[in-house]
């Protein structure tokens, strides 16, 4: 069964670093997802991508956040410059259609020290 | 804007018996899908079940089905004949894509202990 793949599964970085979260969705999906968990917090949703450009973002997407379809497989968010309240659980997810269940890969833990 | 509640913060249940869990949401829209993901120890997020809300008929995935209340906005989930393999955190989710949106919007979970 075809699922997301994320890498890397953990990440530690310092303060003030950039940091680059890979992703690879499923592979006849054009909808991609980034989603943060804070430990202990809810699922938070970060911005949405389609054809090529963002679609939608939330107030935590501000300008030290990046998304990327580099190439037709890989879907990256980049932190630019890391702080530690970025200290969380990083989810992509894909879907085939708007209305189309979304699928979570397994998570990047990324800890900024 | 939409809010997903989940007033149980934790519930625990015996093996092989019955629990459910609940949800509420707040929502002025008519046409729109709940969904919840179950989160295991691991973290990874896994889709257990997904109810359109058009349809009156409540989503049944194995031993997992909901009661899907339109009126009252209610949304719970109940896991029958539990097994160990169930313990995990439980989220709620709304979306409503028909509205331009397709973010997840989630509830705070529940985490399930099964005792065996």
């Given amino acids: 069964e075809p699922e997301v793949t994320q890498t890397p599964s953990h990440q530690v970085t310092q303060m003030g670093q950039e940091v680059i979260l890979r992703c690879v969705p499923i592979s006849n999906h054009l909808y991609f997802y980034w989603y943060r968990q804070i430990l202990g917090q809810k699922v938070e949703f970060l911005v949405s991508f389609y054809n090529n450009e963002i679609s939608e973002k939330s107030e935590i997407f501000d300008d030290q956040f990046s998304v990327e379809r580099p190439d037709g497989s890989n879907f990256t968010l980049k932190i630019r410059s890391t702080k530690l309240e970025d200290s969380a659980m990083y989810f992509c997810a894909s879907s085939g259609g708007r209305e189309e269940t979304q699928y979570f890969g397994p998570g990047t833990r990324l800890l900024v020290l | ?116």
């Avoid at chain 2, 919840?36 to 359109?52: A, F, N």
């Fill in chain 2, 1 to 116: 804007a939409q809010t997903v509640t989940q007033s149980q913060p934790e519930m625990s249940v015996q093996e092989a018996e019955t629990v459910t869990l609940s949800c509420t949401y707040d929502t002025s829209e008519s046409d729109y899908y709940l969904f919840w993901y179950k989160q295991p120890p691991s973290r990874q997020m896994i889709l257990v079940i997904r109810q359109e809300a058009y349809k009156q008929q409540n989503a049944t995935e194995n031993r997992f089905s909901v009661n899907f209340q339109k009126a009252a906005k209610s949304f719970s989930l109940k896991i029958s004949d539990s097994q160990l393999g169930d313990a995990a955190m439980y989220f709620c989710a709304y979306n409503w894509p028909q509205g331009g949106s397709e973010k997840l919007v989630f509830g705070k979970g529940t985490k399930l202990t099964v005792n065996p």
